[in-house]
């Protein structure tokens, strides 16, 4: 079976950083394109970042662009989000998610697989 399995999540005041980890299982993890969204209560999921097969591509919403860092190693079937300058609305539950297909895309409908979340809280 397909596992996203999501770890880093926690507590932080604005300003701070944090490093978001997604270790995947039972799919060619080098197959895959590899995304963040988050998810704040009683909004819809936003798209975060996503990053191709070999980290050649990556993208970022404008939101986070310049204080965030998708990263992937495939030997390690890993791949990370590291935040920095938090700011108070970037608390929100965010979700590594894994598209098999082959076009690169920010809709998480177009993704097959998403871990659990892990809660993000930036305290102003």
């Known amino acids: 079976q397909v596992q996203l399995v999501e770890s880093g999540g926690g507590l932080v005041q604005a300003g701070g950083s944090l490093r978001l980890s997604c270790a995947a299982s039972?799919?060619?993890?080098?197959?895959?394109?590899m995304a963040w969204f988050r998810q704040a209560p009683g909004k819809e999921r936003e798209f975060v970042a996503r990053?191709?097969?070999?980290?050649?591509?990556?993208y970022y919403a404008d939101s986070v662009k310049g204080r965030f860092t998708i990263s992937r190693e495939n030997a390690k079937n890993t791949v990370y989000l590291q935040m920095n300058s938090l700011k108070s609305e970037d608390t929100a539950l965010y979700y590594c998610?894994?598209?098999?297909?082959?076009?690169?895309?920010?809709?998480?409908?177009?993704?097959?697989?998403w871990g659990q979340g892990t809660q993000v809280t930036v305290s102003s």
């Open positions: 998610a894994a598209d098999l297909g082959g076009v690169f895309t920010t809709t998480p409908e177009r993704y097959d697989y």
């Open positions: 990053i191709s097969r070999t980290s050649i591509n990556t």
């Open positions: 039972g799919i060619t993890f080098s197959s895959a394109n």
